[in-house]
Every structure is written in structure tokens, then in C-alpha cells.
């Protein structure tokens, strides 16, 4: 099968396009014959060497998929060779065939189109797990979500709408923001042009925000926690602007507000019940038309490496993805 390979830690222009074997498919796993694969912000660090987890060279970077089943393992019975699935793992997805573990493994609405679905549960899955288990957000809420025009972003903005919440999208251009309305956007705020805290201030009756949703950390992690509101909930979602922010802790104090982690693969794993049960609420919002993903860009398998860029250089809008058949 092709595939793109990993074969040192480095950029994504060093990743090669090249022939592999099939992968084998064991006891409670299922082969998925890939029609298309996510690109996420996760997948530019694990081939620079500086995600959580670090796979044995070679491999193939890529942590969902869509597409067929090729081949399921002994005990697997939910799904069968032919059925329309997305898949994830840690790292596989770029190839024509991954390999996923049965229970990441979901049939997709017969109306969902494969690279719809190959950029769906990573950010829905996350953003969805961050605003109700860990948020536990509330009809009437407001909520700031940071890098608003992203992948995990605008999945965000989407949701906390849809669970009956007031949204303020933060993000670096007019253009970014402009999607945002589109996807439910109450009050926008271009960080770039307007002083974040007296723009939540305004928007906001100098209230703050109920809840922020932060995936990009750095300078904005401080002026976003300073503009929370009484009893606040701060989501550390993770770190697209490159620094790890050091916040004062006095500041939760004085707000008495809560500095919430979000992890979204290590809770699938931990709370897997809870995870399978978000999955099918998610999966059946978007048959319902309730949600839909917002597909910027596709690229062909081939030219990974220029997706991968567009990713690491935040200039995505919603999801990238790459066709693979």
C-alpha cells in the first residue's frame, strides 16, 4: 500500500511518500481500507518528536480515518468488510489501510461523505468532551472560545450552541471571524486589532465568560483567564501558539474559578462507556443536520506534507483533510 512515512523526528517536508506493507489485523481490531484521513494539530507534533506519545520509526502519521472496512479481527461484530466507518489511533491514518482497535471504530451516516467524516471526531469528539464533562456548561452560559476558526475551534462554537449556550469567537483574522458568525458566533472578537479583555468586557456587561475554550495557550491564555467571570471554568485545551502559559495563581483565587485540563485520547480510553456514548450523541446531531463540518481544504495523499503546513501555520479554517481513494 502507499503511504506517507516517518522516518526521523523532523519537518513535515522530510516525511516521504512511499510503498509499505499491509498492516495485519489482530484479535479485537478492524483494517479499514482508507478513503480519506484528518489532518490535525496533534500530527504536527508527533512527527517533530514532541507529542505525548512517540511511535517506532518507520510510520505513518495520521490519527483518524474514513473509509471501508477491509478486514475485522476475531470478536469483532459490530461492523463487517464493506460497512462505511471512521477509525482513529494515534498514529496510521496517512496510508491507504490503518489498523484501529474495534472500539475506536464507528458506521458513519450513509449521508456523510468520507472526507466529512475522516475530519469529524477528533474535534467534535474533543471539543464536545471539554464542553460537557468538563465544563458540565449550562443552557444561558457564555463561552469564549480562542482560535475560534480552527479545527477544534469552530467544532466548539457549534456545539455550544447547539447545548443552548451564548458564544464569543476570539480569532486573528475578519475572514476567520466571518466563518465563526456562520457557525453561530454571538459577539466576535479579532485578537489582533482589539484588546481581548475590554473586548470580552464589552461584550460581556463586565460580567466575564462562564467558560474558555482555549487550544492555543500563549500570550492569550492570561488576558483570556483575567476577562472569566465568578466561579469561571478555564479549558486548557491545548497549545497551537507554540507556548506552554504560566498563569498567576492567585487569579483563580480571586475569580474562584477553575483551571480545567482537557485530554480528550486519554479520557476515550479511561471512560470508554462515556466516550461511546458521546460518539453516537455526536453522530446522531450530524444525521439530524444539527452539525456540519466545515472542510477547508483537500489535498491528495501525496502532498501531506503542504496539509501538514497548513495546520502548523495556523491559517486552517475548520478541518483539512487528505483524499487517499
Given amino acids: 500500500m502507499k503511504a506517507i512515512i516517518c522516518n526521523a523526528f523532523g519537518a513535515p517536508e522530510d516525511l516521504r511518500f512511499a510503498d509499505c506493507p499491509s ?5 479485537g481490531q478492524v483494517r479499514i481500507r482508507v478513503h480519506a484521513a484528518g ?10 518528536g514532541k507529542y505525548q506519545f512517540r511511535p517506532p520509526f518507520p510510520f505513518s502519521p495520521g490519527a483518524e480515518v474514513a473509509g471501508t472496512v477491509d478486514a475485522v479481527g476475531e470478536g469483532v461484530a459490530h461492523v463487517k468488510p ?11 491514518g496517512y496510508a491507504e489501510e490503518m489498523v484501529v482497535d474495534a472500539s475506536a471504530c464507528f458506521p458513519i451516516p450513509d449521508t456523510m461523505p468520507f472526507e466529512t467524516a475522516a475530519g469529524f471526531l477528533l474535534t467534535y469528539g474533543t471539543s464536545h468532551h471539554a464542553l460537557k464533562q468538563r465544563a458540565t456548561l449550562q443552557p444561558g452560559e457564555t463561552v469564549l472560545v480562542l482560535g475560534a476558526a480552527g479545527g477544534v475551534g469552530l467544532a466548539a462554537v457549534e456545539l455550544a450552541k447547539a447545548m443552548g449556550a451564548r458564544v464569543i469567537a476570539a480569532a486573528s483574522t475578519d475572514e476567520k471571524l466571518a466563518l465563526t458568525r456562520e457557525y453561530g458566533a454571538d459577539g466576535l472578537i479579532n485578537y489582533t486589532a482589539q484588546d481581548l479583555r475590554e473586548a470580552v468586557k464589552a461584550l460581556t456587561g463586565g460580567k466575564g465568560v462562564d467558560v474558555i475554550y482555549d487550544p492555543v495557550g500563549g500570550d492569550l491564555a492570561e488576558p483570556a ?6 466561579g469561571g471554568r478555564y479549558l486548557v485545551v491545548g497549545f497551537a501558539g507554540g507556548d506552554i502559559p504560566s ?3 492567585n487569579l483563580p483565587l480571586l475569580k474562584g474559578a477553575a483551571i480545567v485540563g482537557v485530554f480528550w485520547g486519554q479520557f476515550t480510553r479511561l471512560e470508554p462507556e462515556v466516550h461511546q456514548a458521546n460518539v453516537a450523541e455526536l453522530l446522531a446531531w450530524a444525521a439530524e443536520g444539527r ?13 501531506a506534507a503542504e496539509a501538514l503546513r ?11 483533510v487528505l483524499k487517499v481513494a
Fill in 225 to 230: 483567564f483575567r476577562s472569566i467571570g465568578w
Fill in 291 to 303: 452539525l456540519k463540518p466545515h472542510i477547508s481544504e483537500v489535498f491528495p495523499l501525496a502532498r
Fill in 23 to 27: 498492516p495485519g489485523v489482530g484479535a
Fill in 39 to 48: 489532518v490535525n494539530f496533534p500530527d504536527t507534533l508527533i512527527i517533530q
Fill in 82 to 92: 464493506g460497512d462505511r466507518v471512521l477509525g482513529t489511533g494515534i498514529f496510521g
Fill in 310 to 320: 497548513v495546520v502548523m501555520e495556523r491559517k486552517a479554517k475548520g478541518k483539512v
Fill in 247 to 249: 498563569l498567576p495563581l
